[in-house]
């Protein structure tokens, strides 16, 4: 059976540390309603960590369109602009529920890497992907590291 992973430079921005310089980066998660129309969401390192190169975890806002896509469908494509490349990461999803006692109750999920593709253009370098500026930066990073922490187990 063919061990399916994401690459070093992936790992790295979902690793959980150093969010303070990874502020700025925001990826898209894509689900599909129970209608079947690709819906999108935007996630940013302070909901989603790596454990391993195989093993993600998810923290989402409850009650939200893309919460509910996952819970139903368990699947989601996550894709990430980093380091001149487009990263597709297929997700098989398992709901873990929120963690008691959190203090931020976020819809958990397992996900394990079903698929992943690389992207590069041979005639173009891709410079930039998503990238945000927090209005409280100190505010979010805070919640972000104690989301992680929780999301963790």
Known sequence: METIEISDDLFELLDGERLDRKQHEAMMLM?????????????SVGEIVAFDKKTLRLALWPGTNTTQNCIRSGKALLVAVYKGKVNYVRLSLTRIGMAEEAK??????????????????????????????????????????????????
């Open 31 to 43: 689900t599909v309603t129970d209608d079947g129309w690709p819906h999108n969401a935007m996630i």
């Open 104 to 153: 931020h109750p976020l819809e958990r999920f397992s996900a394990v890497v079903a698929s992943f593709k690389e992207d590069v253009a041979k005639y173009a370098d891709i410079t930039s992907g998503i990238q945000i500026q927090l209005k409280n930066p100190d505010e979010v990073l805070t919640r972000w590291k104690e989301t992680l922490k929780e999301t963790k187990g």
